[in-house]
């Protein structure tokens, strides 16, 4: 596989702390957030056949690499729909800076499937799950209901891409005989930079197999 999937020659990307804040608020800060989810989505893809492409020295079943082949579909169908807003508001992806935070994380943890598995789905498409849904709401209540449509999609199929990172990472688990949320622990503390931030979407997370013994002993502890 190659270090780096090739991409356009736009965006520019920048380090994550370089970008600017997004916010929903007027249509240029709705066009801010549309483009950097189109950014998200499309390392998504990357990302998804990076796990198919990457691992194939390690010993799995079929059905583990239909599971990512179904995933890699859901991430373009993902990024097609909001090239298409984004189309809407008279603009397309590359015309704002994007950050390349996620590709760093897929190369910190090439060498190893169990801590790509805990820190693409389980840590980066977990994060997806808490925040979405106030996202939803928000795009609501500008009455951006286009928006709120695609963003539900995405919610619905991402909530599967967690459970299919759940499933192999106790695969893997498992096979080496350890326990999954200790194996997590240690992973997760090892290539992913601070405390995972709450509030959590415990009801998706756990309908998608990740319980909070995996990430409840990461958070912080408040009050
Ligand atoms: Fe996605
Ligand atoms: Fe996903």
Redesign the pocket.
């Known amino acids: 596989m190659p270090d780096r999937p090739g991409r356009p020659e736009k965006p520019v990307l920048l380090a994550p702390r370089d970008m600017p804040k997004r916010s929903l608020k007027g249509k240029a800060g709705r066009l801010a957030l549309i483009h950097s989810l189109a950014h998200i ?1 499309l390392n ?1 893809v990357d990302l998804t056949w990076d796990l198919i492409g990457r691992f194939a020295h390690v010993r799995l079943p079929r059905s583990y690499y239909d599971d990512w082949v179904r995933v890699g579909l ?2 373009a169908k ?1 990024f097609a729909m909001l090239q298409e807003r984004l189309a809407k508001l008279d603009a397309t992806y590359g015309d704002l800076p994007a950050h390349d935070g996620l590709w760093q994380a897929a190369q910190d943890t090439g060498h190893d499937l169990a801590a790509r598995l805990a820190i693409i789905p389980l840590v980066l498409e977990a994060r997806g799950l808490d925040i979405t849904p106030p996202m939803i709401e928000k795009a609501r209540e500008i009455d951006d209901e286009d928006t709120a449509k695609c963003l539900d999609i ?1 919610y619905r ?2 909530k599967n891409h967690v459970a299919f990172g759940a499933k192999w990472f106790r695969f893997l688990c498992d096979r080496q005989g350890i326990r999954p949320e200790s194996a997590f622990h240690t992973y997760v503390r090892r290539h992913f930079r601070g405390p995972l931030k709450p509030p959590f979407n415990d009801r998706a997370r756990s309908e998608a197999g990740l319980t909070p013994g995996f990430y409840k002993p990461l958070a912080p502890l408040i009050g």
Request: glycine share 0%; aromatic share 0%.
């Open positions: 989505e998504a859901e991430e993902h995405i199929d991402e």
